[in-house]
């Protein structure tokens, strides 16, 4: 991480503006990833004025809703397929109906909150396009929820400025915290999904 923090350092203010969108871009697809660390950075290179706020602003947040919406149309092409193959692994297959079903009903609140679900973008993005939502509205709620969040992360790393390795502590601890809430949800929402099942069997 300090090798690339180091090079990006050296690297021209557009190729750095780019680096951040792909990085941003990839966490989608290829979770995890460091890209809210790297946002934070590039606050810091705000406040030394190697790059501007509003051009740092829209890389970090076009890259985040980009990744977001590739990944939506893998949920939404390809999501049958692949859960019925029983690819995530996490939620058992029989309980997948009622969490489409669940996403339907609070899919757009769960997209408002997603960049700051650390650790299950992937995931929400994959179950909106699976449980079509509508594409427009989900793109417009995504770019919003990215645009809030670089925000912060921006405006940390510009206050930080060259002290900004301290936030990767805050952002470390925060991404297992809400991760781990996250996962006990489901994993409680799951068991209490096949209990109920359980005693509609025995009662029949």
Known sequence: METFVTFLQGVDPLMALLIVFAIALFENLFPPSPSDVIVVFAGSLVGLGRIGFPEALLAASAGSTLGFMIMYKIGD??????????????????????????????????????????????????????????????????????LVWNVILLSCGYALGRNWERIGFYLTAYGQVVTAAIVIVVLLFVVRYLARNKNGSKKA
């Open 77 to 146: 092409w390809f999501g049958e397929a692949i859960l019925a193959r029983g690819r995530i692994r996490f939620i058992p297959l029989e309980a997948i109906g009622k969490v489409e079903e669940w996403f339907r009903s609070y899919g757009y609140w769960i997209i408002i909150a997603n960049r700051f679900l650390a650790g299950t973008r992937a995931i929400v993005s994959f179950f909106a396009g699976v449980s079509k939502l509508r594409f427009l509205q989900t793109t417009v709620l995504c770019a919003l929820s990215a």
